[in-house]
């Protein structure tokens, strides 16, 4: 949200919009130029008035320049961390000697420069990024769809997935790099506020492309994307006897055969999104749900939810059975 607006305090403490999981203020490309001092001094007034919430809070900093100011603002520690735009291997450095060792900032950088379509630029980047004294710090990186569709000189129709553009292959390319390595890549928003349709297709196919987390440029998008990110009971019951000791080096479960070590990585993201999210035609986890970061970081519940592992003792779950397999 613009950090001009008036009720940000509002919002950082949970009053509006308390379903919030995450927020980010921002003081780039949602403010004008002419606009930031204004937003800054609201900042200014804001922060200290920031109280503990399970929420995340961060701030889109406009360049080294502002975070600077921002990280001497009283209150700063009541946010989590920040958002960096247009992040490049040329200009993290110049974000990073800002921090100190144990400041505890999470950061996210942006992949929206014209380096993203360079492919050795982005092993570049992801090596350093890889670098011990940075790694912890690393909570996502978002994919910038809109500023990289502007580079192409593009703006994507609201019918459309973001698929559906150049930049499906670039997504494609961003996974490869990035998520083998053990990073977090969240997807481009969807511009569009009355296309449900397409904004459901279009998180279906970011995780299919391993992509977790999606900025919702309205509040009415956030429930789409949640349910979007519900949880399959058939997966979620793959998924569990996957990740048992006891579980067959191969079987077949729901008709799919299932290589406990080959699915091992989807298995756990199928959990850790049953516990976040729920699954389809249970009820929610109350008061259990977590947030991205609860997950990414290690820190989810070792056992889920008795509403998830209980829920509808009447259905009966499929046995895993031996899957014969031909070798050649």
Request: charge should be positive; include cysteine.
């Amino acid at each position: 949200m613009p950090a001009t607006r008036g009720d940000l305090v509002d919002h950082a403490n949970g009053e509006k919009l308390p379903f919030l999981r995450s927020m980010i203020f921002c003081t780039e490309d949602a403010v004008r130029l002419d606009q930031l001092d204004e937003a800054l001094q609201n900042l200014r007034a804001a922060l200290p008035l920031f109280r503990p919430t399970k929420a995340l809070r961060f701030i889109r900093v406009r360049n080294p320049q502002v975070m600077g100011e921002v990280l001497r603002m009283p209150g700063i520690k009541n946010v989590d961390g920040f958002v960096l735009p247009k992040a490049t291997r040329k200009n993290i450095s110049r974000y990073l000697e800002l921090l100190s060792k144990n400041d505890g900032f999470l950061l996210m950088p942006t992949l929206e420069d014209a380096d993203v379509f360079v492919p050795s630029e982005m092993v570049k980047f992801r090596n350093l990024l890889l670098k011990a004294s940075v790694r912890g710090r690393v909570l996502s990186l978002r994919i910038g769809g809109s500023d990289l569709l502007h580079q192409l000189g593009v703006r994507r129709s609201p019918c459309r997935s973001v698929y559906d553009t150049a930049l499906g292959g670039a997504i494609a390319m961003l996974s490869g790099i990035f998520i083998p390595h053990g990073f977090n890549l969240s997807a481009p928003v969807f511009e569009g506020l009355a296309f449900a349709k397409v904004l459901a297709q279009e998180v279906e196919r970011d995780l299919l492309h391993g992509l977790f987390g999606k900025t919702a440029v309205h509040p009415d998008q956030i429930a789409q994307i949640e349910k979007a990110y519900r949880v399959e009971a058939k997966d979620f019951e793959m998924a569990t006897l996957m990740l048992e000791q006891s579980a067959p080096a191969v079987f077949r479960m729901h008709d799919t055969m299932c290589e406990a070590a080959t699915h091992r990585h989807w298995a756990r993201a199928i959990l850790d999104r049953a516990r976040i999210y729920g699954i389809v035609g249970r009820p929610l986890p109350e008061g259990k749900l977590l947030s991205f970061s609860e997950s990414s970081q290690g820190a989810v519940a070792q056992a889920a939810p008795d509403n998830i592992r209980q829920a509808n003792p009447k259905r009966r779950v499929p046995k895993a059975r031996p899957l014969d397999v031909a070798s050649a």
